[in-house]
Nanobody, 125 residues
Framework: QVQLVESGGGSVQAGGSARLSCAAS????????VGWFRQRPGEAREGVAA????????SYADSVKGRFTISRDDGKNTVYLEMNNLKIEDTAMYYC??????????????????WGQGTQVSVSS
């Protein structure tokens, strides 16, 4: 059974950093696409970053390029989202999700079929 558990959320000041973890079980995260998504109150969920086994490299939303880094620890079957220079607009519930492997993993939520419960990140001034 595929299971994803997010952790690492919390309250951070603008300009600060945080690292989210997505612990996977029931499948090998290095053989699939794992993506991070976020949803602000009253808004649609949007893709943030994704990583997979393909040669295409990680994918990032334009709004987080240069600030967020997605990585994977195969030994722990865990995918991380390192977030730096956080902005107030990064405040959201963050989810990880998984889907089949692609050469370059998409960051469109419709492509993903298994989701975690989410972890809240709140950025204040």
């Amino acid at each position: 059974q595929v299971q994803l558990v997010e952790s690492g959320g919390g309250s951070v000041q603008a300009g600060g950093s945080a690292r989210l973890s997505c612990a996977a079980s029931g499948f090998a995260s290095n053989g699939a696409c794992v993506g991070w998504f976020r949803q602000r109150p009253g808004e649609a969920r949007e893709g943030v970053a994704a990583i997979g086994p393909g040669l295409g490299g990680p994918s990032y939303a334009d709004s987080v390029k240069g600030r967020f880094t997605i990585s994977r620890d195969d030994g722990k079957n865990t995918v991380y989202l390192e977030m730096n220079n956080l902005k107030i607009e990064d405040t959201a519930m963050y989810y990880c999700a998984t889907t089949q492997a692609y050469r370059r993993c998409p960051i469109t939520q419709e492509e993903y079929d298994s989701w975690g419960q989410g972890t809240q990140v709140s950025v204040s001034s």
